[in-house]
């Protein structure tokens, strides 16, 4: 893949990758890699398009692929990085479709549907596109979640037998846990907006609760979900650079690595998940205005002149070196 270098990410952005209709079996000649894998962790495998399809075990920095049914097994998460800057993580006990995926950003288009069968998945979509049918839903067996730029978790209750319809007992949950942007959640029929820091049920066959705030006494499936669905930004100790080196064109980051420092002069913000706020804060120079943003995010306003030491990235934000 080629990369188109941001100035504060670097994506994969040159082109359009279109991979919704292809025949089966057709990935090894006609698809291309949607994204990659950032963080493994447990037992993992991923089911890739084929006659038959064939299941392997899932790599850290291995490549994400349109129809792909990615499943967890107990005490396993797994994160991907999709071209478009979306970041999915999959829960424990858990198995997500690529259901359908088009990334055309010279169109400003991007439309993904993720299918959740089982267990939980957390979503976070930081980029909007308004091209003609652009979209980010997660779907479950009787509901699903259209976000407009926003961090979300969803997930399936299943009733006593493990089954799920209009019939049985159980349920989807979605939790909006961003700062902004609205999530649209459709079932029995209806759709409810839920707003930042505010979370709703729907059982199967119902219209979805009212959002209710994010708050101390939530029930434990939400908190559940939440925390399950958690996954640190930093999968192993190997330096940015050397996983640049090991997966070549597959990350769609620029790191960097030396101890030079970057410069900041031309950044306004960075956001930031909250468990790597500290480090960063201790390398720049001046430090950076810090306000809260949500559960799990901050934003720096960075002083002009500042700098950030080399070899940092904060998931998929990466700083590039200075000549």
């Given at each position: 893949m080629r990369r188109k270098i941001r100035q504060i990410v670097a994506v994969l952005g040159i082109g359009a ?120 839903e997660v779907h479950t067996p009787t509901a699903s979640t259209a976000a407009r730029g926003t961090y979300f ?171």
């Open positions: 990758v279109l991979t919704t209709g292809l025949p089966v079996g057709a990935q090894d000649v006609a698809q291309k890699a949607i994204g990659f894998y950032m963080t493994v962790i447990g037992k993992t495998t991923v089911a890739h398009a084929g006659r038959p399809p064939v299941t392997v075990p899932v790599k850290l920095r291995a490549n994400v692929y349109f129809k792909d049914v990615i499943e967890t097994q107990a005490a396993a998460r797994a994160k991907a990085l999709f071209e478009d800057d979306s970041l999915l993580t999959v829960g424990e006990n858990s198995r997500v479709e690529v259901s359908e995926y088009i990334y055309d950003p010279s169109n400003n288009r991007r439309s993904a549907v993720l299918r959740l069968v089982q267990g939980k998945a957390r979503a976070l979509v930081g980029r909007l596109f308004v091209g003609l049918g652009s979209r980010f978790v969803v997930w399936i209750e299943e009733n006593s037998s493990g089954k799920l319809g209009k019939n049985e007992t159980g349920g989807t949950g979605i939790a909006n846990i961003g700062g902004s942007g609205i999530v649209a959640f459709t079932s029995g029929g209806r759709t409810v907006d839920v707003p930042p820091q505010t979370f709703s049920f729907a059982k199967a066959g119902d219209p979805p609760s009212p959002p209710a705030p994010l708050s101390d006494n939530v029930p434990a499936s939400v908190t559940a979900a939440i925390a399950d669905t958690e996954v640190a930004d930093t999968p192993t100790s190997e330096l940015p650079g050397q996983v640049a080196a090991a997966v070549g064109q597959a990350p769609s980051l620029l790191v960097a690595e030396s101890s030079a420092l970057l410069s900041t002069s031309n950044l306004s913000t960075l956001t930031l998940p909250t468990s790597t706020l500290a480090s960063v804060q201790a390398s720049l120079t001046p430090p950076p205005v810090v306000s809260g943003s949500g559960l799990n995010a901050v934003i720096g306003t960075l002083g002009v002149g500042g700098g950030l030491p080399g070899g940092i990235c904060v998931g998929s934000i990466c700083l590039p070196k200075l000549p």
